[in-house]
């Protein structure tokens, strides 16, 4: 088992930023996959973000350029830098758990492990 505890949400306007932290804790070597994922009301929860083995970093493209994506093994962390914020990112943020060559690192259903979420909203 994993489990998985996200922070760092919090409301900022539109061109600010905001740091998304995720402590993980139990086997966490049998999930070197770590993904963020958002979910806006009414939608589909879709992908950001992911990082595998620590190194391996891959990025939807709507955020490509402006959030970035990394871990500390020490720690237990991963983490998710957002910056130039706009409006349309306003969701909730999960932090995702899953083993390497699973599937596609797109879908949900390839994650074993989810944290319980945090908000973040970003006003114009």
């Known amino acids: 088992q994993v489990q998985l505890a996200e922070s760092g949400g919090g409301l900022v306007q539109a061109g600010g930023s905001l740091r998304l932290s995720c402590a993980a804790s139990?086997?966490?070597?049998?999930?070197?996959?770590m993904g963020w994922f958002r979910q806006a009301p009414g939608k589909e929860r879709e992908f950001v973000a992911v990082i595998s083995w620590s190194v391996v970093t891959v990025y939807a493209d709507s955020v490509k350029g402006r959030f970035t994506i990394s871990s500390d093994n020490a720690k237990n962390m991963v983490y998710l830098q957002m910056d130039s914020l706009k409006p349309e990112d306003t969701a909730v943020y999960y932090c995702a758990a899953g083993p390497v060559g699973s599937g596609s690192v797109y879908s949900v259903q390839n994650y074993d492990y989810w944290g319980q979420g945090t908000q973040v909203t970003v006003s114009s």
């Open positions: 139990g086997r966490t070597f049998s999930s070197p996959r």
